[in-house]
Each structure stands twice: as C-alpha cells, then as structure tokens.
C-alpha cells in the first residue's frame, strides 16, 4: 500500500501560528501572543532539528509532521524512511533503467533517454567506466563519449533522476570490469577489490578526480544523482569488509553525507552478509534472476538495512541476458518480462530495468566470463543489444518495449510521452575492398618501433600495450619429422607462423592457432636449411569482467616450450590499433595500412591463389552518401570473412567472428558517417571474403553459423 495519505494527518501548526491573527488584538494581548508565538516557534524548530526516535508505525504521525516542515524549509531532498523511498517529502516508487552512456555516441543520447521516457522510466542508472576515463595512467578523459557531466546533465534536463555506480568496480560485461588495464602493471602486483593500501591508494587517486565532479550533480545540491553506488554485487566476490568501509570513508569524503550510498548484491543470504555494510550508512539493495519471487527477496532484504530503511527495490530487473562469441543469441519472452516487472511494482516495490538500453561494445571494451576455470574462457559478442527492450539501434517498435510500457503505465501518475517511430536505416549495398597490405610486409621496416627483447615472453601490460595484438617472435632448429609446440598460458588467441629466413621471399607459413579454451599442442611441420623463424601473434580477446578470474593479464604468460624444452630469445612487437576513447596517433601500421595502396596487393582477389596462406591482412574500400539525408544508421554485413576489426571513417566498432557467430553484422550509427566518401577498413586474421565484398544493410543478424551453434548446444 502506498503510504502517501499519512501526510493528510500531519498536524497544521503554521495556520495556528498565523501572524495576521496576532496583529488583531490589542497591544498586550500583543505581547503575550508575540511570547506564545516565541516559545511555540522554539518547541517547533527543535521538533525539527531533533532526530526522530522511531521509525515505527506509532511514530507515523509526528514522522509525517517532520516531513511537512522539512518539505518547506529544504524543497531539495531524497530519503530513504518509512521502508519507502521519499523525494520533497512524497512517496517515490523507483522505476528506472539501465543506460550506459559509454555504449552510445553522444550523438545518440538524447534519442536514448527519449525512448526511456517513452517507456515511463523516471530514473537512469549508469556506471563509471575507470578504463575510459582514465586509459593511461594520469592520462584523464572526459570528453566524447567520455562526457559524464554532459551525459548526466542531459539526463536533468529530461526530467530523469540518476542512480549513479561510481565502481570502482563495475563488471557491466566491461572489459576488465571497468578497471584501467594498466593496474596490470604495478609492481608489487595489485590485489584487487581488497583493502591492499597501494590499490586503495589508486582509487582515491581516482575518485579524486570523478567524484568531485558530480557533486554538483546532486540531488542536494540541485542535479539529478539520488544514489551513489560502491563496488557491484562484492559479495559474489569477496567479503573484505575493511574495503567497503574504506570506499564508503572516501565516497564520504567528497560527496557529503546527506547522498544516499548503496550496495548491490545477488538476493542470497550468503551474497548479502559477503557485500553488505551492516547499519544505516549504506543501503543495501538487490538483484535477482528475474523468475525469481521477488517478495521473499525483499523479506531477505530488509533484515540487512537498519529499521525502516529498506525499501523494496531490485537494481537489476533483467530484461534479457548478453551473449558470448560461439552461443545462441540470448533472448527472454516479452509477456514473461512484463508479468514478471509487475509483480514488484504492483506492490509498490521500485525496479531498475536491467537493461532499458544495451548499446554496443565499441573498440576493444567487450568483456568475458569464465565457466569452470580460468581457461574457460568466454568473450562477449560486441552488440550488447542484451535483448532490451530499446534495441541496440534504437529501435522500439518491438512486443518486449510494448509489453514494459503497458506494465509501467499502470503506475506512472502523468502520462507517457507518445509512442516513438524507429530511427531511419539504411542499406548502402555491397563495398569491394582492395588487400591494402599485410601484416608482415611491416616487419624490418622503419615502421615497427620500440621492439622488445627478452629472455622469454613477457605480458601486453608489461610492453605497456593494453588492447590489440602482440606480435612474438623467436628461431628454432628444425628436426626431422617436425617439431611440437607447447604454450601452457596463452590469452587469448594465438595464430601461429614459420618461416625460412634463408629462403628469399618465402612468407611466414600459417601453421595453426592455439586458444586459451583448449590450449592444445601444435605439431610444427617445417624444413629449412637453417633456423625456422617463429611468429606468434596474439590477439587480446576482452579481459575477463566477473567472478575470481579478473586479474587477467593478455599474452604469452608462460615459458614457450619446443619439444618439451623450453625456447628462449624473444622480440615483442605491439600491433595496438586505437581503442574508443582514443586517437589514432602514431600508429603507423594502420595509417599505412590504410592509406597506402600497393601495386604488388592492390586488387588481388583470394579466390585463385594463396587461399591456404591465412595471413593477416589489412582490406580497405569506400563508398559515397550524395545526400544529406541520406546518412542513416546501417550495418556492416560481413558475410563470407572470417575474424578481425572493423573500421569506418577510422572509428574503431569492435570485433567481428562471423566463422563463429552468432553476431554478423556489426551496428554503425549515424554519426560516424559523413556526406560524401566513407571509408571501410577491416584487420582480417584469417580468411578473407572469396570476392572481397562487404556490404552495409538495414538490419541487425544474429544468425552466423546457426547451424554448427544448434548442434553444439543440443
């Protein structure tokens, strides 16, 4: 029952104390209304300033009283009492949903939080990625897509309240969970999510720079932030309760403590006594599969917030689930969502839609799970559409938005905003590309720099590249009848190669690939008359994101072993590429890549020669938009390729796997074409289109290799 009608019983103590009524009467009635009207002001402002001592239903009364005089001497004010939710002093029901606006060109956001309104959310709930704000370290970035205070600020100006995860932690299928890979590289290595002082040491640093940023932002202090986040789901982690005190002590010290704090956990008892912080400091909230009965959950809940301060509410209502490279798409039913949604707010409990909108992992920034172990190895496919009821496009017109809105409207008292149109697509046809380049036509040339040796491999972090590939390189002896290949830790994906460095012109010969999920050995088939050149490169697939396998250091990350002996001399050559949040700079190899057209490649087609080489390869192509309004969303449609990255206009959107799917159009917005010549440029690893044809169309495809996914999964 909504509690609302408490506040028609609060007593009406300013009429009594009506200053005409004393001016009526004569000079000393005067004097003796104006002593009553001292004393009487005295009792009520220490009524006011007074802690309630109850929050009991005996209470209600003077508690509700409170709130009228709160209500007129502080409009600003978002509170937790009464196990309910209050912003000025009205009853609030929490109807939200998750929007990252890390997974939407800032082009797009407004359009985003517009089809949320639609929905009938009131609030958003967005995390902080550490890593795109801070990719270097000391290197801070708040601008692009990096703009929060823009973002946040938008989020005001739609009429949105924003629930805030500030991490430093934050999973969100995130590369590294939000964490700046760069913490792979502190010496002394870091312990991470713990109470480790040099790692305490570095989030300060950070929330330092973050979080004064947003206190503007406050409900408080007239922005839209109700709640500030610490950690995620910790109890699915650890149970370090000096760490949550020492986030709670720093949140504190910027944010004031008049902001609510909240911890999210899984809806367990154990979950629940692992990540919470016990007391009236910090709210703790839950999520839950959704199927679950939310109710029971709640009952746990509340057994975990002070007296009358836990309010029923799920931060995490699952609207869908995400997917890994090799699965079926994820998908939920719509009708089952909507019934399931109603059962908390029916019963005034508040839900945050997990998520309202999924967005798309640009760059290198999709993360992975594992199963049963660190080997098994799951990276996320780049769409993070998570089967929203807003689309990764966008698009609304679908039976899952339809069926959330009719739920949400229910308990929505104004009206919804109309029901939004689709944005515009468009399918541009098919591209041919031209073979730009190779990858090892780049070696021995002025354009490798900062090549490192060492002894026996060393990590990305420890060259100080983040994302990308890393190139290994090493001699051998051949033997008769071949050598074997052996490399006990490798993340994630290594393509290997030989070659004869005596034989003028031979190319590295592809020899097979060894991926972490497997890691089986590779029989090496190679006769010259000197030492075989080995070439390992190795591609970082996303850092794992969730669950005790997060310190997850990319490359080579054990000794090589040849026939069981272990191989020593290495050189270590970076193939970066630029991430989301970064600019092209010097990397030479892509700009060359890109923009020279060699006489020797330019044109080849695969499809009548050298089909077994599997060299990696750079293909580059353009097409033209003669209209203005003719620049619309599309897909690139990559039928017939293999696995790589793609580029358009030298925006970075992600990885494609199309021999492995499910995903097989990778979403391009609007923004990131332009009027006129559009340029595509993909890094292809293994097997290149026959006809060196992409094509760009108006729909999204989750269906690669359906058929060998339906066997795999029966």
């Known amino acids: 029952m909504r509690s609302g009608s408490r506040r028609s019983r609060a007593p009406t103590a300013p009429t009594t104390l009506s200053i005409p009524r004393v001016g009526a009467i004569t000079k000393k009635h005067s004097s003796m209304a104006t002593l009553l009207f ?17 929050l009991s239903s005996s209470s209600a009364s003077s508690l509700s009283h409170s709130r009228y005089r709160k209500k007129l001497l502080n409009a600003r004010k978002f509170e937790i009492a009464d196990d309910m939710f209050w912003r000025d002093g009205e009853p609030f029901q929490i109807i939200g949903g998750d929007l990252h606006y890390f997974r939407v060109l800032p082009e797009y956001w407004e359009d985003r939080l517009l089809r949320a309104k639609a929905l009938g959310l009131n609030t958003i709930q967005t995390y902080v990625p550490w890593n795109l704000h801070e990719p270097r370290p000391g290197k801070v970035v708040f601008k692009g897509i990096a703009d929060i205070v823009s973002f946040l ?3 005001q100006k739609l009429g949105f309240l924003v629930m805030l995860r500030a991490g430093p932690y934050i999973c969100a299928e995130w590369e590294f969970g939000g964490f700046p890979a760069w913490l792979l590289s502190e010496k002394p290595a870091l312990k991470l999510r713990s109470s480790d002082p040099a790692y305490i040491q570095l989030v300060d640093n950070w929330w330092g720079i973050l979080l004064p940023l947003v206190v503007p932002l406050l409900y408080s202090n007239g922005g839209p932030i109700i709640m500030v986040q610490i950690e995620n789901e910790y109890g699915s982690y650890g149970d370090d309760k000096e760490y949550m005190r020492r986030l709670v002590t720093l949140a504190r010290a910027h944010l004031g403590d008049d902001i609510i704090l909240y911890t999210t956990d899984g809806g367990s008892r154990d979950l629940l ?22 109710w029971p959950i709640f009952k746990l809940q509340k057994e975990f917030n002070a007296p009358g301060k836990s309010p029923p509410l799920s931060t995490e209502f699952y609207t869908g689930w995400l997917t890994h490279w ?9 009708d089952f969502t909507a019934l399931e949604l109603e059962k908390i707010l029916s019963r005034n409990g ?17 993360g992975a799970n594992t199963g049963a172990n660190k080997s098994d190895y799951k990276p996320d496919i780049t769409s993070y559409d998570y089967d929203a009821p807003i689309k990764e496009s966008g698009d609304v017109d679908n039976a899952k938005y339809r069926a959330i809105r009719r739920v949400v409207e229910k308990y929505t008292a104004t009206p919804l905003p109309p029901f939004p149109s689709n944005n515009g697509k468009a399918g541009y046809g098919h591209i041919a590309l031209q073979r730009t380049a190779l990858l090892f036509d780049f070696l021995g040339t002025s354009e490798i720099h900062n090549i490192i040796e ?13 994302y990308g590939f890393l190139l290994y390189m090493s001699e051998y002896a051949a033997k008769d009848g071949g050598n074997i290949l052996f490399i006990p830790q490798v993340h994630d994906r290594a393509q290997v190669f030989v070659s004869c460095p005596s034989e003028d012109g031979q190319r590295p010969m592809y020899a097979g690939v060894i991926e972490r999920w497997s890691n089986e050995e590779l029989r090496l088939n190679t006769e010259c008359a000197t030492n075989i050149s080995l070439f390992i490169l190795v591609e970082n697939m996303g850092r794992i994101n969730y669950g005790p396998y997060t310190f ?28 989301l949040n970064e600019e092209q700079g010097n990397n030479s190899i892509f700009q060359l890549a890109a923009h020279s057209y060699t006489d020797e490649y330019r044109g080849e087609s695969t499809k009548d020669g050298n089909k077994n080489m599997r060299e990696p390869a750079f293909f580059a192509g353009h097409f033209t938009i003669a209209e203005a309004n003719e620049v619309k969303d599309t897909f690139l449609k990559l039928d017939g390729w293999g696995k790589g990255i793609a580029f358009v206009n030298n925006f970075n959107l992600g990885r ?15 923004p990131v074409l332009q009027l006129g010549i559009n340029t595509v440029m993909l890094f292809e690893l293994e097997t290149p289109n026959p006809e060196l044809v992409v094509s760009f169309v108006e729909q999204a495809d989750f269906t690669c290799n359906q058929r060998r996914l339906n066997v795999d999964q029966r």
Not at 38 to 54: D, G, H, I, N
Not at 326 to 333: D, Y
Not at 350 to 366: D, E, K, P
Request: aromatic letters at 12%.
């Open 326 to 334: 090799g699965e079926k798409i994820a998908s939920t039913g719509a």
């Open 656 to 670: 494609y796997w199309v021999s492995r799917g499910p995903q097989c159009n990778l979403y391009v917005p609007a």
């Open 273 to 294: 006594e692992k990540g919470t912080i016990q007391g009236d400091t910090v709210y703790s909230a839950v999520d839950f599969t959704t199927g679950d009965d939310p």
């Open 552 to 579: 997850d250091r990319k490359g080579i990350l054990s000794p090589v072993f040849l026939d069981q002996s272990i191989l020593h001399d290495w050189k270590m050559v970076s193939i970066p590429f630029h991430n």
């Open 350 to 366: 508040s839900a945050v839609l997990y998520v309202a909108h999924g967005g798309t992992n640009f760059g290198f920034y999709g």
């Open 38 to 54: 001292f004393l009487l002001t005295l009792v009520a402002f220490f009524a006011f300033v007074c802690p309630v001592p109850s």
């Open 454 to 466: 060492s002894a026996n491999p060393i990590s990305m972090e420890s060259v100080g590249q983040m």
């Open 153 to 155: 600020r938008l989020c």
